[in-house]
């Protein structure tokens, strides 16, 4: 058995226009519209890919201290 939940939605003007003249172009109910789009978006949001572990390694430490300018200098120009 299926069950249907009735429900109050508030939208916008300008959208509920776009739907009502895309559901009479397809031949669709707006209900039908709304559930179809309410269906891809949580479909989207669940079926996000896991992203890779970015790549990590030890670099050995600094070589020179940053606020030192001078030491900076040196270590770029290779003195």
Not at 7 to 18: E, N, P
Not at 22 to 46: D, K, N, P
Not at 63 to 71: C, E, K, N, T
């Amino acid at each position: 058995m299926v069950f249907h939940m009735k429900t109050t939605l508030i939208i916008d003007d300008r959208v509920m226009t776009r739907l009502k003249t895309e559901a009479a172009r397809q031949g669709r109910t707006i209900s039908e519209m709304v559930e179809a789009s309410l269906r891809m978006m949580l479909h989207a949001t669940r079926e996000r890919p896991k992203l890779p572990r970015l790549p990590s390694w030890e670099s050995g430490g600094a070589r020179v201290d940053l606020a030192d300018r001078g030491a900076l200098t040196r270590v770029m120009e290779g003195s």
